[in-house]
T-cell receptor, first 114, second 111 residues
Framework: NAGVTQTPKFRVLKTGQSMTLLCAQD?????MYWYRQDPGMGLRLIHY???????AKGEVPDGYNVSRLKKQNFLLGLESAAPSQTSVYFC?????????????FGPGTRLTVT | RKEVEQDPGPFNVPEGATVAFNCTYS??????FFWYRQDCRKEPKLLMS?????NEDGRFTAQLNRASQYISLLIRDSKLSDSATYLC????????????WGLGTSLAVNP
């Protein structure tokens, strides 16, 4: 099992450019999440999904969109990147079992917006 | 008040020492609790879940005190490889599928 994978690992964008971050999991998890992590701010939830075809807003959704067309994939889009979106982005997934609320993370994408 | 509070440290300890981290959470209705470990520039990794009765995994012991809304992590016989940031995590009281993250406690184990 690869677990949770993320592509790309690194990216540099200019202000106003767009990009899509891809997250894939092979654990058959129902729940998937996108976080950003900034120094001194901890992990903040951007969007999450409770199943294929569903998405919901997290704590900091503005400037991001997501899609979950397949159970194993969760995409995060930046339509018009801003320097404030420079961050490390982590994807996570969580099992479906009752009480199984722990989350498993991908290796992250380091995004710089200039 | 932050929902999950941790002492940021850093804790500097020699190899072989015992070190304890504490964490408090604000919502008494939170149901599940975890400790994660995060190495520099890496993803958080689940270290252990925390159960009401307390639980142990090798050199690591986690305790939960619901009355005081307090979670602890004890590391015995510290190794150099234990150097990392330890994140205290609780489930959102209104939605167990959302986690609330502490900012972490930094540990450096020195030779």
């Amino acid at each position: 099992n690869a677990g949770v994978t993320q592509t790309p690992k690194f990216r540099v964008l200019k202000t106003g450019q767009s990009m899509t971050l891809l997250c894939a999991q092979d654990m058959n998890h129902e729940y998937m999440y996108w976080y950003r992590q900034d120094p001194g701010m901890g992990l903040r939830l951007i969007h999450y999904s409770v199943g294929e075809g569903t998405t919901a807003k997290g704590e900091v959704p503005d400037g991001y969109n997501v899609s979950r067309l397949k159970k194993q994939n969760f995409l995060l889009g930046l339509e018009s990147a801003a320097p404030s979106q420079t961050s490390v982005y982590f994807c996570a997934s969580s099992p479906t079992t009752y009480g199984g609320y722990e989350q498993y993370f991908g290796p992250g994408t380091r995004l710089t917006v200039t | 008040r932050k929902e999950v509070e941790q002492d940021p440290g850093p804790f500097n300890v020699p190899e072989g020492a015992t070190v304890a981290f504490n964490c408090t959470y604000s919502n008494s209705a939170s149901q599940s609790f975890f400790w994660y470990r995060q190495d520099c520039r890496k993803e958080p990794k689940l270290l252990m879940s925390v159960y009401s009765s307390g639980n142990e995994d090798g050199r690591f012991t986690a305790q939960l005190n619901r009355a005081s809304q307090y979670i602890s992590l004890l590391i015995r016989d510290s190794k150099l490889s234990d150097s990392a940031t330890y994140l205290c995590v609780v489930t959102n009281a209104g939605n167990n599928r959302k986690l609330i993250w502490g900012l972490g406690t930094s540990l450096a184990v020195n030779p």
